[in-house]
């Protein structure tokens, strides 16, 4: 595997989950692939949860990891072309992914949406320049329009506490997940509602949509799944909850790009709370953190047992693990 974007790029999910349970059984099980071979992840965005559990992940198979944090110490750099540089920006990426290419042999990139210019951000400009100019293999920790690390980790997720699940096929009843729209202050990329889409439109499963009219993910995403814009519908018989906000992704108005159409204060009833959840087939919970208590999800249901979001975070480092072996395995 030379990049690693969209749920395509692992090939067949069984397989791949297959070998997640294997990694998990073992995750030690292959740490000499890794041997004198340089995982560099370049963070142009906080973290908590992948950096450490990809550093974790590339430990397990005994790689070495340089972290840079581009706004903690590197040169400012400049992302566009054509630009006269004569601002604080010292530095083009254009110069600097060859460089830091020199350095290693496995390319991390977190670089969030800017969400002011869609074409950009959907091309997935700066994804692609690492890929075209660094020389090595890249994978995505979270860029313009995908989260598929964080997705592989969810559908492991709901693999594991869903074991009939994802086997059932001939003729079963498979399991209902609800990605559900929250309220949050600040205007959020869509990258985590994008990806999950694309991995559970691709999982066996029955999967629905729900979000305030408005909030349409971009068609490539949404593939066939149902959308449902009655919350309460939606949660109806759900086996699984997966709570996230997002910014209008522009598809019916691309004006509204990254926008919250919405005062927040009036969108309070999207907040998953116990009554919420007691629509649902006890439905499990589960959220990418970090999670604005209160906003997107109430105390009482984040700490219920039904809850998933710390197992789903230690997964990270499952699915991690596996990516990073398929890119050394060449
Ligand atoms: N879920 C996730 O990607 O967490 P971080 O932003 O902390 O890495």
């Known amino acids: 595997m030379k990049s690693f974007l969209n749920v395509e790029d692992l090939g067949d999910l069984k397989e791949a989950l297959r070998e997640a349970a294997e990694i998990k059984a073992d995750r030690y099980k292959y740490n000499t692939l890794g041997k004198n071979k340089t995982l560099l992840m370049v963070f142009f965005n906080n973290s908590l949860r992948t950096r450490l559990s990809t550093q974790k992940a590339a430990m397990n198979l005994g790689m070495n990891v340089i972290v840079l944090d581009v706004n903690a110490g590197a040169w400012k750099l400049e992302t566009e072309r054509g630009v006269i540089m004569d601002g604080d920006k010292s530095e083009h990426l254009l110069e600097a992914i060859p460089v830091m290419g020199s350095y290693c042999d496995v390319i991390g990139i977190r670089s969030f949406a800017g969400l002011t210019n869609r074409d ?28 598929p690390l964080q997705a592989f980790a969810d559908l492991i997720t709901i693999e594991e ?30 990258a985590v509602p994008n990806s999950f889409a694309q991995w559970m439109n691709a999982a066996d499963v029955d999967f629905v949509i729900t979000h305030p ?79 604005r208590r209160g906003m997107i999800v109430t105390d009482d249901v984040i700490e219920a047992p039904t809850s998933l979001v710390i197992p789903e975070a230690a997964n990270r480092e499952i699915s991690a693990t596996v990516v990073l072996k398929r890119i050394l395995q060449g």
């Open 161 to 190: 506490n869903s074991p009939l699940a994802l086997r059932r096929g001939a003729g079963g009843e498979a399991v209902k997940v609800v990605l559900t729209w929250a309220p949050h202050p600040r205007a959020l990329p869509q």
């Open 213 to 291: 009219e408005g909030y349409e993910l971009d068609p490539k995403f949404v593939a066939g799944a149902r959308v449902e814009y009655d919350q309460r519908k939606a949660f109806e018989g759900a086996d699984f909850i997966y709570a996230k906000n997002w910014s209008c992704p522009g598809v019916t108005n691309p004006g509204d790009y990254g926008k919250i159409l919405h005062d927040y204060h009036k969108m309070m009833h999207w907040t998953v709370d116990a009554e919420h959840m007691s629509w649902t087939n006890n439905a499990r919970f589960m959220h990418c953190l970090p999670v």
């Open 120 to 147: 950009y951000d959907y091309a997935e400009t700066v994804y692609h320049q690492f890929e075209q100019y660094s020389g090595k293999p890249v994978f995505a920790m979270e860029t313009a329009t995908v989260h």
